[in-house]
C-alpha cells in the first residue's frame, strides 16, 4: 500500500513507521552494515585512502558515503524492478511515479 495520507496522528505513527524504520534498521545491520564497514575499512586502508582519527569517524564517514551513490539509471531501475518481482511479487508499474501492484499468485 501506498500512502497519501501525510498527516498522520501520533498513534499511527507509533504503529506504522516506527515498525518500519525498525524493520529497515534490522535489515541494514543483517545484511549490509556489517560488510559495508568491513569493505570500507579494507579498501581505504590497501589504497591508502584512510585517515588518522576515530574508529567512529571512519564508521560516519562509511555511511556518509553511501548516501553518495548515484542512483536512478534506467540500469538502476531495471535491476530494482526484477528483484521486486522476484523476491517480493511486487510489480513497480511506473518508472517516474510510485506506482505498485501486487503481482497474483497462481494456486
Known sequence: MIRSDFDISEEDYDKISIPFGN???EYLRDNFIYDWM???VAKG???DALFEGTLSGVFN???DSVCD???GSTEDIERLKAILKDKYNLLLTSDTHLEIEEIPTRK
Do not use: P, T
Open 23 to 25: 524493520a529497515l534498521d
Open 38 to 40: 568491513a569493505f570500507y
Open 45 to 47: 586502508y590497501q589504497m
Open 61 to 63: 564517514a562509511a555511511i
Open 69 to 71: 551513490i548515484k542512483f
